[in-house]
């Protein structure tokens, strides 16, 4: 779809070797239509849906989202498209577009330092994500050092690479099991503040942060993101937040409340977490190489993918050409 012209990009679809009859039409997300009675409301995807359901929807006004996997997302009263392709722009209603970008790895990195670092089988996952939190808590912001590139199942923003892999850089024989459980978290959040500062320079420095997802069932997590960002982070109670943008939605479009802005009075902010100046300070330096190394990295992610495919088509007994 063109966003600016709201029509199916007759470039791209010429491209793709098809005609713009052979695809469905394109219709609002307000769009409705009756079966039995009964309305039916096409509706959004469920990114946009959570700023929404956050109460997101102002400019400047940020939604940060941090599941199985994660994503940063900001209101825009006009479509804002990056020229380095690092960030989506969705449009939620005819006069509000949602702009940010997706992740990858949230906690799915989390779920992976569960399973190969603590795990145990006389304990359920609940208990054992409780003990790689608790462990995470006694090390220091920063890791001691160490760096972990959370790209274990490739990554979409900022890089949009399929073939990206993940690391730990900085490994000493002083490191710790602890400081490998923290480095994860935090490789997760820099990643996502790297997609926030891509952001910034589409939409500028976001007035409020509004948080939710799994992660916030973590003070550990909560704190650290808070750090990282360096600014205050607002949760709401609820941690659906794009099924609630969902009914907001429904309700818009069936007439009975008169503006996506309705609930925002009554979307209470459970709890605020302020940034820590010491570790904030820290992060600073730490974010700053983040993104250096993850640079660097980008170049050299085929031909290790190479190398990968190359040995598991071995393992497989698959011959392989030289």
Excluded at 83 to 90: D, E, I
Excluded at 91 to 102: A, H, V, Y
Excluded at 166 to 195: C, K, P, Q, W
Excluded at 200 to 207: A, R, S, V, Y
Aim: hydrophobic content about 40%; charged content about 20%; proline content about 4%.
């Amino acid at each position: 779809m063109n966003i600016h012209e709201r029509a199916w990009d007759q470039e791209i679809v010429t491209y793709a070797g098809i005609t713009i009859e052979q695809l469905p039409e394109l219709v609002p997300t307000s769009f409705t239509f009756y079966k039995d009675h009964i309305p039916y409301i096409i509706g959004a995807s469920d990114g946009v849906l959570s700023n929404l359901g956050v109460g997101a929807i102002n400019e400047g006004e940020v939604a940060l989202t941090i599941g199985t996997s994660a994503a940063i997302r900001s209101a825009s009263s006009t479509p804002h498209v990056d020229a380095k392709g690092r960030t989506f722009c969705y449009l939620l209603t005819d006069d509000l577009w949602i702009i940010g970008g997706p992740i990858n790895n949230g906690g799915i990195a989390l779920q992976w330092v569960v399973e190969e670092l603590v795990k145990d089988e006389t304990v359920s996952s609940d208990q054992a994500v409780e003990t790689v939190l608790a462990l995470a808590d006694r090390v220091p912001a920063g890791s001691n050092g160490l760096f972990f590139i959370p790209f274990l199942t490739g990554e979409r923003a900022p890089l949009w690479n399929p073939e990206a892999t993940a690391s730990y850089i900085g490994l000493t024989r002083t490191h710790t099991r602890e400081d490998m459980i923290r480095a994860a978290l935090e490789g997760v959040t820099f990643n996502i503040y790297s997609v926030l500062l891509a952001l910034q320079e589409l939409i500028g420095f976001p007035g409020s942060i509004y948080a939710s997802g799994g992660f916030s069932r973590s003070e550990t997590w909560k704190q650290m993101a808070a750090d990282i960002f360096d600014q205050p982070l607002h949760f709401a109670k609820s941690y659906e937040s794009s099924a609630l943008g969902a009914v907001i939605l429904s309700m818009y479009t069936l007439g009975d409340i008169e503006s996506l802005s309705h609930f925002k009075q009554h979307q209470h902010v459970d709890e605020k977490v302020i940034p820590n100046e010491t570790s904030t300070s820290l992060y600073r330096d730490y974010s700053s190489l983040y993104l250096e190394l993850i640079r660097s990295l980008s170049p050299h992610y085929e031909r290790l993918y190479a190398l990968q495919q190359k040995k598991r088509r071995s393992d497989l007994g698959i011959k392989v050409a030289h």
